[in-house]
């Protein structure tokens, strides 16, 4: 039976009980108010099983070099609406970036996550992530063409409000992010999540349009604070509104706890992210 068709059969049981109970009033307010209760919970839960993420790999490219992103939104929300470009961690294109892809866009927002690394380069393990980050770290004009490729693929999609975009990276992906907001784009927000913060230019924050959001484990061995400290410190310099949260107890990676206090990070964060980029997109878009 459709849920249609369960609404219409509670409809009529509803009927049927007030008119044999008619003049029972207290017990026809009962019944009525479970049998109501029962069609919310059936139109709730048909609402839920037509709404889905529609998920989709993207081939594109950067001159010469062929990359492969990944789209996702939620096809439940309708008409433009704003996008976020993920730039992934030192991992690439893994299975965590889909997933924290995939967890933005229940938000209601369009999700590219871009391909810095080039299309099906994974590395597995840690020798080959800092290879490739290495690469990237030692040549910023690269890392800024490669992140500004996906930017435009985000850009372009015909679901993406064009006024209403950001950027979020995770780890090496905070890296590209800062890198990639200085460039000027037109971003109403950026956000970095357990980034590192080396060898920025730092007269390059003048260019950042819209505000910063630094998620950040407080004891992180790989990016410590005086890291941290002097990408303020530029921030404050180029007067952008930016704004710290620091985690306690907490080192790099937080979104792959290892104990309770990367747990409460890992929770806080997507808090954080998730009314951040509502302030900067002016939405009231919930998550589901």
């Known amino acids: 039976m459709s849920s249609d068709e369960t609404i219409w059969t509670l409809s009529v049981q509803w009927a049927k009980l007030v008119q044999i109970n008619w003049e029972d009033p207290m017990r026809t307010s009962r019944v009525s108010a479970v049998i109501w209760a029962a069609a919310l919970v059936v139109m709730s839960q048909a609402g839920a099983a037509r709404a889905e993420l529609k998920k989709q790999w ?16 939620d096809d439940a929300v309708s008409g433009k609406r704003p996008g976020v470009l993920l730039a992934h961690s030192r991992a690439g294109m893994s299975e965590a970036t889909l997933r924290d892809s995939d967890m933005i866009a229940k938000m209601g927002y369009v999700v590219f996550a871009a391909d810095i690394f080039g299309k099906g380069i994974l590395p597995k393990e840690v020798p080959e992530m800092t290879a490739l980050t290495t690469i990237y770290n030692q040549d910023r004009p690269l ?14 999609n015909p679901l993406v409000d064009a006024a209403r975009l950001a950027v979020i990276g995770y780890c090496f992906g905070g890296t590209v992010a800062v ?13 970095s999540v357990h980034g590192s913060f080396r060898n920025f230019t730092p007269e390059a924050a003048k260019n950042i349009k819209g505000r910063v959001l630094i998620l950040h484990g407080a004891e992180d061995p ?13 921030l404050r310099a180029a007067k952008v509104d930016f704004e710290l949260q620091l985690f306690s107890g907490t080192q790099h990676a937080f979104t792959k706890p290892q104990n309770a206090a990367e747990q409460r990070a890992d929770r ?21």
């Open 58 to 73: 993207i081939d594109y490219r950067d001159a010469d070099k062929p990359l492969s992103g990944y789209l996702v939104y």
């Open 143 to 156: 890392m800024r063409k490669r992140a500004t490729a996906g930017f435009d693929v985000l850009k372009a």
């Open 179 to 191: 890198e990639l907001a200085e460039t000027g784009i037109p971003i109403v927000g950026m956000i």
């Open 222 to 234: 790989v990016a410590p604070l005086t890291e941290v400290s002097a990408l303020i410190d530029q």
């Open 268 to 288: 806080e964060y997507k808090v954080a992210t998730q009314r951040f980029l509502k302030e900067v997109f002016g939405t009231e878009t919930a998550s589901k």
